[in-house]
């Protein structure tokens, strides 16, 4: 099977990495992929991971919800209750922090945040890697999403918003990316990434059961510094960090899981988490489970 080594880290190409620790697909096949830490940066990401071609079997399941639209299980009902609350608080965000109105969604699912921001007065466009979900967006919303190298065929300067809410961190060619993300804003555009931090309080508390490292589905596992770093590498400033209190509970709910938990223990369990999680973040970013990034490009 073709798997993916890295040899140097990617943000600040030192050879000096680490094994740090495996983890386990919890979700689907409960292979074991090792997770490495970069000595230099302090850049953590997955490795020997499947490569683009195959990886496509690692979300082939109905309770992958951002493809599935899934309603099945009291997990994904959750989902689908909290996403109304973030789909306001995601369409505030973009309307505060740009000005603009061509948006771009990268990794767009099943299409609910560009309907949202359609309805705001967007001209919206997509690109989802996922067929089913892409179709869904298409025939349910009549949205305009496109599939993965559309990407690359995006013209310079021609956008004043792209999204990528939970999507950095599925992408293999991070780098290559990131570039062609500052060549397709404007020179005022604003880029929005939304990205689990390994460094939060539900992260310490699960380690290796955290279901935010999510492998090998989740390449690239950020903190707010490593954010900073890769974003600087490529010209962009980070204006504003806003914490994701709600993605603690349900990764807490998902690790209590993973971890063997029974039911009633495993919703008492990520409740407490959760609303640690919340609290410490109040007064410092870094212990929020999710972090929003805004940020612009540099100015000459």
Same mark, same amino acid.
């Given at each position: 099977m073709p798997h993916i080594t890295i040899n140097n880290c990617p943000i600040c190409n030192s050879s000096d990495i680490v094994n740090t620790f495996n983890a386990v697909d919890h979700f689907s096949t409960k292979e074991i992929f090792p997770i490495y830490d970069c000595s230099n940066c302090g850049f953590r990401f997955t490795n020997n991971f499947p490569s683009d071609d195959i990886i496509g079997r690692y979300y082939d399941s109905p309770d992958y919800i951002s493809h599935s639209d899934s309603k099945k299980g009291v997990i994904n009902r959750l989902y689908h209750f909290l996403r109304e609350f973030m789909l306001k608080k995601k369409g505030n965000l973009v309307s505060k922090f740009s000005t603009g109105n061509r948006l771009l969604d990268i990794g767009s699912g099943t299409g609910y945040f560009l309907k949202a921001a359609k309805e705001r007065g967007y001209s919206v466009s997509g690109i989802e890697k996922d067929s089913k979900a892409r179709n869904f967006a298409i025939d349910t919303f009549g949205l305009d999403v496109k599939g993965e190298d559309f990407l690359w065929n995006i013209n310079s300067d021609s956008l004043d918003v792209v999204t990528l809410w939970h999507v950095l961190e599925h992408m293999q060619n991070l780098n290559e990316v990131v570039d062609k993300l500052f060549n397709i804003l404007s020179k005022d555009g604003t880029l929005i990434l939304a990205l689990p931090n390994h460094n939060s309080y539900d992260a310490g508390i699960y380690k290796e059961y955290w279901a935010a490292y999510d492998v090998p589905r989740h390449l690239w596992h950020f903190t707010p510094a490593t954010v900073e770093k890769l974003l600087n590498k490529h010209q962009f400033k980070i204006i504003k960090q806003k914490t994701m209190p709600?993605?603690?509970?349900?990764?807490? =709910? *998902? +690790?209590?899981?993973?971890?063997?938990?029974?039911k009633l223990y495993q919703y008492f369990k990520a409740i407490i988490v959760g609303k640690i999680g919340? =609290? *410490? +973040?109040?007064?410092?970013?870094?212990?929020?489970s999710s972090v929003i990034y805004i940020a612009k490009k540099k100015k000459n």
């Open positions: 709600l993605d603690a509970f349900y990764i807490s =709910l *998902l +690790s209590e899981k993973y971890r063997g938990s029974g919340f =609290l *410490l +973040s109040l007064s410092n970013v870094n212990q929020s």
